[in-house]
């Protein structure tokens, strides 16, 4: 017969998950962080090797296949002469432009169609159909209308940003708790009321998620536009040095924009988290 006080065997991944309860939300959230940074740093790591390994084997055509010391000498001679920073100059001034431009204007209209069924009902295919166009075929459009300057950029790529932020306010504004609505009506709470204290709270995530996405598709927007023509900017740069196949200028200035689109989501990310920091870390 079993004794009452024998006491049965703890697996080992209960036990490391029962330690792991034991620990402050704090701390495994720190860890959690440490340990995904050192995960990134492992990739980024492995893919600059990946890249250095095909160019020292030769396996891609001498004209594309440039190394990464040749792509980081170009960024310290374009840094040195100005170059680079005067086109990321420009290039961000669009950026910006067009995102705060479209950012304002897709909510606005975001959050009055989710407010206003009846309207979202008739206007909801002319949206469709202007959102399915393909920007870039609007770029000789805006060209003409703004000429090759900052405004036909911002024109460009304030099309895609709009779309992305109108939609994300419109479902922010339908994700309401029905409940909380009926409670209202019976409370009596009025319109501005109901806007102020339910609707826009509960818009506020979806709203702040399209805005960061938003960030990336105008820099997306702004470099496509500046490659099919523009004074200057990164997109422009890559343009020129496409043109006569100076491939480690290209990759150099990619990678560029690549840390920028990164950078922009981390200080979207960082900005939401401290704005909503009334919400449980896992639902940012």
């Known amino acids: 017969m079993t004794s009452s006080n024998t006491k049965s065997p703890v697996p080992v991944g209960a036990a490391g998950a029962a330690e792991g309860q034991g620990r402050p939300p704090s701390a495994r959230r720190?860890?959690?962080?440490?340990?995904?940074?050192?995960?990134?740093?492992?990739?980024l790591i492995a893919w600059f090797g990946l890249w250095q390994w095909t160019t020292s084997a030769g396996i891609l055509d001498p004209v594309l296949s440039k190394s990464p010391e040749q792509s980081w000498h170009y960024l310290v001679t374009a840094g040195e002469s100005g170059e680079l920073w005067s086109n990321t100059r420009a290039t961000m001034t669009a950026v910006l432009l067009a995102w705060v431009m479209a950012g304002v204007a897709g909510v606005v209209a975001g959050l009055?169609?989710?407010?206003?069924?009846?309207?979202?009902?008739?206007l909801t295919p002319f949206l469709d159909a202007m959102n399915s166009m393909p920007r870039i075929a609007l770029a000789p459009l805006f060209i003409v209308a703004f000429g090759i300057g900052l405004w036909a950029k911002v024109a460009l790529a304030s099309t895609l940003v709009f779309f992305i932020v109108m939609s994300g306010a419109r479902a922010g504004i339908r994700s309401a708790d029905a409940e909380w609505l009926r409670l209202s009506a019976v409370l009596g709470v009025n319109k501005?009321?109901?806007?102020?204290k339910i609707f826009f709270p509960v818009a506020t995530p979806a709203i702040f998620a399209s805005l960061r996405l938003g960030l990336v598709y105008s820099l997306l927007g702004?470099?496509?536009?500046?490659?099919?023509?523009?004074?200057?900017?990164?997109?422009?740069?890559?343009?020129?040095?496409?043109?006569?196949?100076?491939?480690?200028?290209?990759?150099?200035i990619?990678?560029?924009?690549?840390?920028?689109?990164?950078?922009?989501?981390?200080?979207?990310?960082?900005?939401?988290?401290?704005?909503?920091?009334?919400?449980?870390?896992?639902?940012?």
């Open 30 to 43: 720190k860890r959690g962080r440490i340990k995904v940074r050192a995960w990134q740093v492992f990739l």
């Open 254 to 284: 990619l990678i560029l924009l690549a840390v920028i689109a990164v950078i922009l989501n981390q200080f979207m990310g960082a900005i939401e988290a401290r704005l909503l920091r009334w919400q449980p870390p896992e639902e940012r």
């Open 112 to 122: 009055a169609l989710g407010l206003l069924p009846s309207t979202e009902r008739i």
């Open 222 to 252: 702004v470099v496509g536009s500046e490659l099919i023509s523009a004074e200057n900017g990164l997109g422009q740069l890559i343009a020129n040095y496409s043109a006569i196949f100076r491939m480690d200028a290209v990759y150099a």
């Open 192 to 196: 501005v009321q109901l806007f102020t």
